[in-house]
């Protein structure tokens, strides 16, 4: 009982939503027609792949900008795994959620150095994008801090997200260094934002859905 309080509580604390006008929904969707990705091995646009499959599930794992892309968030969260993508305690939550173990070389401590608030890209993902809220839809998983989002087709097209490097709600403890992770509604770290600092869903408000335009990593 004291502990579904707790995660109650918690969650009410990171539920720092865009508060913004309802007009700042109605303006115009990027859409990713030109941004280049790699599925199955294939270069193709997001834009085309999206025809193609309906949802897509991606990670900037070989670089800033440069998406690779799954039909499912089963083979993303996979692919991760093998690559040590993941946070340690995300990654061994994500292998029992999937049955399966976490590999031996994906076991990282988090103690990697590139911590440093100047970093703009991080040694696994720091933050999940969604399509829709509650975790639904598309996803992407990014290692990188990015001023505008278009750079991976995802500018004005969030709708909630969940901080992977952020504190346990559990426990409270931090390995990363991350102080919070925030998503902003304009460009270059700018305008209204959501916050969060546990590792758990953030919904955007129903005005601010699918507004994220840039975001960054901010470590103590």
């Not at 900037?60 to 440069?66: E, I, Y």
């Not at 995300?90 to 399966?100: D, E, F, S």
């Not at 401590?109 to 970093?119: E, I, L, R, V």
């Not at 346990?168 to 102080?179: A, D, H, M, P």
Request: net charge neutral.
């Amino acid at each position: 009982m004291l502990k579904t309080k707790l995660l109650a509580a918690l969650a009410a604390i990171v539920m720092i939503a865009f508060a913004v006008p309802a007009t700042a929904s109605a303006a115009l969707r990027v859409e990713p027609t030109t941004v280049r990705v790699e599925y199955k091995s294939v270069e193709t646009t997001l834009g085309a792949l999206q025809d193609e499959i309906g949802e897509t599930h991606c990670h900037d794992a070989k670089g800033k900008g440069q998406l690779t892309c799954f039909a499912t968030e089963r083979e993303a969260d996979l692919d991760l795994l093998g690559r040590g993508g993941l946070p340690a305690e995300v990654a061994k939550v994500t292998a029992r959620k999937w049955g399966v173990a976490v590999p031996k070389q994906a076991r990282s401590t988090g103690t990697a150095d590139a911590t440093s608030a100047a970093a703009t890209c991080h040694p696994w993902v720091t933050v999940r994008f969604y399509d829709y809220a509650n975790a639904g839809g598309s996803s992407v998983n990014l290692y990188c801090d990015y001023p505008d989002l278009r750079a991976v087709g995802w500018d004005n097209k969030a709708s909630s997200m969940i901080c992977l490097v952020c504190n346990s709600v559990i426990t409270g403890t931090n390995q990363y260094n991350v102080k919070k992770m925030t998503a902003f509604q304009e460009y270059n770290y700018n305008y209204n934002a959501m916050t969060t600092t546990f590792n758990n869903v953030i919904n955007a408000l129903n005005d601010a859905n699918n507004s994220v335009s840039s975001n960054r990593v901010y470590f103590n």
